[in-house]
C-alpha cells in the first residue's frame, strides 16, 4: 500500500527565514498531495495541494514543488510568521480512492 | 457555509463499552471520511461514506464500523472499546469524494478509554 515519509519531525527557524518540509511517496499512482496544518485543538486545515501534472504551485509565502520521477514533494514557506507555528502534514492519494495517506508530521516553531 | 461539526468534542469511556461519533460535513458535500489520530501512529484512515454506502475501508478491526444518513450525515461507532482506542476522531467532507477532491476536516472528537 502506499506509504508517505516525511521529514523533518521538528523544525524551528527564526522569524522572517524559510522553512522546507520534505516527504516521499512510495505509490507511483499517487496523483494527488495536499499539504495540511493543524493548530492546537483544532482539525488539519489544508493550506495547499499540487497535482501530478503540475511541477510546483505557490500561494503568497507558501509554495509546493513535486519531483514525479524521484516521487517526492516539499513544502516552502518563506517569511515565516509567530502564526505559522504549528504541525503540518503531507498527504497522498491514488486516483479512484478518496484515502488520503499522512506523512508522521512536522512540529514548525518561528523563534520571534 | 457552515464547517464539517463533530459532536461531541470529548468522551470519556471505560474498556468494554461502546461509543457513537457523529459527524455532519459542509453543506452540499456527500462524502465523508474518518480518520484516527494518535501521537503513535499519526492520522490513518478508518473509512469513507458517499451516499450511504461505504466505498472505501482502512486497516481497522471490524469494531470500528460506520453509517451515513440520506442527509449525508455520518456516524461511526466503536464497540468493547480498548486502552488503544483513545485517539482523535476527525471527520472530513468533500463534494463527491472524487480524485483529487479538497477533504475539509472538523476538530474532532477527543476519546478517553479508561
Known amino acids: 500500500g502506499e506509504n508517505v515519509e516525511q521529514h523533518p519531525s521538528t523544525l524551528s527557524v527564526q522569524e522572517g527565514d524559510s522553512a522546507v518540509i520534505k516527504c516521499t511517496y512510495s505509490?507511483?499512482?499517487?496523483?494527488?498531495f495536499p499539504w495540511y496544518k493543524q493548530e492546537l485543538g483544532k482539525g488539519p486545515q489544508l493550506i495547499i495541494d499540487?497535482?501530478?501534472?503540475?511541477g510546483e504551485k505557490k500561494d503568497q509565502r507558501i509554495a509546493v514543488t513535486l519531483n514525479k520521477t524521484a516521487k517526492h514533494f516539499s513544502l516552502h514557506i518563506t517569511e515565516t510568521q509567530p502564526e505559522d507555528s504549528a504541525v503540518y502534514f503531507c498527504?497522498?492519494?491514488?486516483?479512484?480512492?478518496?484515502?488520503?495517506?499522512f506523512g508522521q508530521g512536522t512540529r514548525l516553531t518561528i523563534n520571534p | 457555509k457552515a464547517g464539517v461539526t463533530q459532536t461531541p468534542r470529548y468522551l470519556i469511556k471505560t474498556r468494554g463499552q461502546q461509543v457513537t461519533l457523529s459527524c455532519s460535513p459542509i453543506?452540499?458535500?456527500?462524502?465523508v471520511s474518518w480518520y484516527q489520530q494518535t501521537p503513535g501512529q499519526g492520522l490513518q484512515f478508518l473509512f469513507e461514506?458517499?451516499?450511504?454506502?461505504?466505498?472505501n475501508k482502512g486497516n481497522f478491526p471490524g469494531r470500528f464500523s460506520g453509517r451515513q444518513f440520506s442527509n449525508s450525515r455520518s456516524e461511526m461507532n466503536v464497540s468493547t472499546l480498548e486502552l488503544g482506542d483513545s485517539a482523535l476522531y476527525l471527520c472530513?467532507?468533500?463534494?463527491?469524494?472524487?480524485?483529487?477532491?479538497?477533504?475539509?476536516f472538523g476538530p474532532g472528537t477527543r476519546l478517553l478509554v479508561l
Open positions: 472530513a467532507s468533500s463534494l463527491a469524494g472524487g480524485p483529487g477532491e479538497t477533504q475539509y
Open positions: 505509490d507511483s499512482a499517487s496523483n494527488y
Open positions: 499540487i497535482r501530478s501534472n503540475v
Open positions: 498527504a497522498a492519494t491514488i486516483q479512484g480512492a478518496q484515502k488520503l495517506v
Open positions: 453543506s452540499g458535500h456527500r462524502s
Open positions: 461514506y458517499f451516499s450511504e454506502t461505504q466505498r
